[in-house]
């Protein structure tokens, strides 16, 4: 599960929607964490796997592999994303941003 408190707030500012000046509208939070998730499976699926020389390997780094994978389609998202989480936004009745 997606951490709330590590996506961004809406990009266009406060809204009538906002609950405070920290809490940004939950349709907005569900919204980027699908957008997180769908960026993780695709993350995963073009995951290249571990070098043969270097660092890296062993049983730590693929148990912990997915971690990675969740915290950088996370700072994606909060980075802007691809903008899927606007579109799915929109569509749930969010007001177009």
């Known amino acids: 599960m997606i951490p709330q408190t590590s996506l961004s707030p809406p990009p266009a500012g406060p809204s009538v929607h906002d609950i405070g000046p920290a809490a940004p509208d939950p349709l907005w939070r569900a919204a980027q964490a699908l957008e997180a ?4 499976e695709l993350l995963r699926l073009s995951d290249p796997g571990t070098p043969d020389a270097g660092f890296g390997g062993g049983p730590g ?3 912990f ?19 899927l989480a606007r579109k799915l936004y929109t569509a749930m009745g969010g007001p177009d941003r």
């Open 65 to 83: 592999r997915s971690f990675l994978i969740e915290a950088q389609a996370e700072r994606i998202t909060a980075a802007g994303g691809i903008g």
């Open 37 to 40: 998730g769908f960026l993780s």
């Open 61 to 63: 780094e693929a148990q």
